[in-house]
């Protein structure tokens, strides 16, 4: 059951990131590519496509 509360990944316990997926709010993991929505009715997963898209645009706002 996922849990859009939870700090950090239930499968490798790494913090949790937010992430707005058009408009959606999502929690969840990079690494695991698990996402739970608000509601939190079911983990979902991105697209490998999409996935990478958010990683960069994390990167390129964020220093090393
Ligand atoms: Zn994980």
Do not use: V
């Amino acid at each position: 059951m996922p849990e859009y509360q939870a700090h950090r990944c239930q499968q490798c316990h790494q913090p949790l990131r937010e992430i707005d997926n058009f408009g959606q709010r999502l929690r969840g993991c990079f690494a695991c590519n698990l996402w739970a929505t608000a509601e939190g009715a079911t983990w979902i997963r991105l697209s490998e496509e999409d996935l990478r898209s958010f990683y960069k645009l994390r990167h390129d706002h964020e220093p090393e």
